[in-house]
Each structure stands twice: as structure tokens, then as C-alpha cells.
């Protein structure tokens, strides 16, 4: 899907908004792992979510090959969609994002701030990307899905940044939405020649891309059961698929509950706020404790836009604290 010299001209673009985010290894999250953790902190980007970096090489491109383009459109559960409002604002190219009734209020108001135009639609993410490429054919819009490579090499580039940071890494645990995160990250290892594991991590009530693993083909889902909406996808991608099924070991499914106990470990280890997706690695490293014992482990923390009121009740269970 890319090269080296792709990757590190992505890797310009992404670092003329923003410089590289830290990566450290938190000695009370090694004491609590058993093995030592390098954490990269994607929740440091001017969005809050890793998301971004795709959506400045995607436009990149965009305003060099279509420079007369009306707008662009797309959907999201919300680092996507501020992704592409931040860019899209850069670029000067209107941007409308479509998220589903419900979706978190706090990502939306961020995406207002970016100067997107939210738009409401269907009971999930799936059905809210429907409706996306029904807009975007009716008002002559560009369509951005959330994996496409002009996406998967920007993101990639947190993965490259990772690698030439920290040592050389055992395993890395990344979550799964629709695909981009993990794919750049397994696409990077390969392009640098390394031997790092990389393992995939869902929620066990959004598991499609768990089970499409297992099975070799594509399996949808019928619900998306789960806070971590950054994981909350029904139908995964078979580009991405193919990719994750040739690069990772496995992938790891955990629960909600798991995901809120990673959430207060950040926070207490290392004073750093994870929404659900972003504190999903930490939690499947958790989880196979055992396994990684003694080890190097990277995890990412994807993102820290979580809604004061999910993080009240899910995280502290609205006790006060």
C-alpha cells in the first residue's frame, strides 16, 4: 500500500502540524504488567486521537489532484470526523461529518469547533457511513471512508515515530475500528525489517473483526455492543482484513468492564486520560499478563476524548473521587 519513502513524506506533512507525540515507558503500568511498557501517547495530537494524521496526508492529496473539490463528507463515531475537520480547515475545504443518534456530545462539539456540519443519522456507525455516501452522491461531495490508503499511510506514520523511539519492541497491542491504525502499524514493522508481534484488540461486544480473523473472510456483526465507540464496528473492511490477517498474531477481545479498569490505570499510573479504544491495548496486555511476562510491550493510546458523563458513570461509577 506504501513505501519507506511514502511513509516518511507523510511523516513530513504530519510533522509540519504538529511534532512527533511522546513515547515513554511508565515504570508503576511495567509494575502492574509484569513486563515493561512503552506507551505511545496519541492523545497528544491537536485532536486529542491519532485519527488526525490521516486526515492531513489524505488532504494533502486531495488539494494537489483535485484542487476545484466542493467538500467533503464522511462518518464517524468521532476522532475520524475531527480528524478531517481539522485538516479539511487547514486545507480550506468544507467538511460534513455524519454521526449517528446518540453519538458522544463532546466529540460532536469538537467537530463543530473544527467547522464541520454534523449531520444525524441511523442508530450506529454503520448505518451512519451509509447515509454519508448517499449525501455525498446526491450534493457532489467527496466520500472519505475511514480506510483508504491516502488515511492508513498518515496514520501509520505514530507507528514509525514508535518504532525509532523506543527499543526494540517484543509485541505492540493496537485497537481495531475499521482497520487503519493497525494496518499502518503492521504495514511500518514490515517496511523497517522488524520482529515485533502485533496483535489486534476488540471489545467482546464488537467483535466482527475478531471473528472475521478466526474465519478468513469477512463476518459482520448484527450489534455493536460497547462504550468503546472507537471499536464499535459491525462490517469490517476486507482490505484491511486481508492486511491484519497477514501481519498480526491474533487479536485480543476485551470487555467493557476490562477497558474501564485500563482507563483508571492510566490515569493513576500515569495521570493520563483514555477513552475506551485508546485504553483497549492496555487492557488486552492485562488480560495475556501472564504471557508477556518479562517482556517489551508497546501499547497505543489511540485517543482521550472520552464524555466527562461516560467516564463518570462507566470509569468512576459516578463515585466521587
Known amino acids: ?57 489524505y488532504f494533502d492529496r486531495l488539494k494537489r489532484e483535485r484542487p476545484g473539490v466542493r467538500g467533503v463528507i464522511s462518518a464517524t463515531r468521532g476522532n475520524h470526523g ?5 485538516a479539511g480547515g487547514r486545507a480550506g475545504v468544507p467538511v460534513t461529518i455524519v454521526v449517528p443518534h446518540g453519538n458522544s456530545t463532546e466529540k460532536n462539539a469538537a467537530m463543530r469547533a473544527q467547522g464541520a ?46 518504532f525509532r523511539t523506543a527499543p526494540p519492541l517484543d509485541a505492540l497491542y493496537v485497537p481495531v475500528g475499521l482497520g487503519s491504525g493497525i494496518c499502518g502499524a503492521i504495514m511500518t514493522r514490515d517496511l523497517l525489517g ?22 478468513g473472510h469477512v463476518v459482520e456483526t448484527q450489534r455493536a455492543d460497547t462504550k468503546a465507540d472507537g471499536m464499535a464496528t459491525r462490517i469490517p473492511d476486507a482490505a484491511a482484513l486481508s492486511i491484519i490477517r497477514a501481519g498480526a498474531t491474533h487479536i485480543v477481545t476485551v470487555t467493557d ?22 485504553a483497549a491495548p492496555l487492557a488486552a496486555l492485562l488480560q495475556e499478563r501472564e ?4 517482556r517489551r510491550i508497546g501499547v497505543v493510546l489511540c485517543g482521550g476524548n472520552i464524555d466527562m458523563a461516560l467516564f463518570r458513570s462507566w470509569v468512576l461509577g459516578d463515585r466521587i473521587v
Open 1 to 57: 500500500m506504501f513505501t519507506l519513502p511514502d511513509l516518511e513524506a507523510a511523516a513530513a506533512i504530519v510533522h509540519a502540524a504538529f511534532p512527533p507525540t511522546p513515547a515513554y515507558a511508565w515504570p508503576l503500568l511495567a509494575s502492574r504488567a509484569g513486563a515493561e511498557v512503552w506507551v505511545k501517547h496519541e492523545n497528544h495530537t491537536p485532536t486529542g486521537a491519532f485519527k488526525v494524521r490521516g486526515g492531513l496526508t
Open 82 to 86: 475531527q480528524s478531517l475537520a481539522y
Open 117 to 162: 456540519v454534523l449531520v444525524e443519522h441511523g442508530e450506529d456507525f454503520d448505518a451512519a457511513r451509509l447515509h454519508a455516501r448517499a449525501l455525498a452522491e446526491r450534493d457532489g461531495l467527496e466520500f472519505a471512508p475511514s480506510f483508504h490508503p491516502d488515511l492508513v499511510v498518515g496514520v501509520a506514520t505514530w507507528a514509525l515515530e514508535l
Open 194 to 215: 522488524l520482529k515485533t508481534e502485533i496483535i489486534g484488540v476488540q471489545s467482546t461486544g464488537a467483535p466482527s473483526y475478531a471473528l472475521s480473523f478466526a474465519a
Open 257 to 278: 468492564d476490562e477497558v474501564a479498569a485500563a482507563i483508571r490505570a492510566y490515569w493513576t499510573d500515569t495521570h493520563n486520560l483514555a477513552e475506551g479504544a485508546g
Open 291 to 294: 504471557k508477556q511476562a518479562g
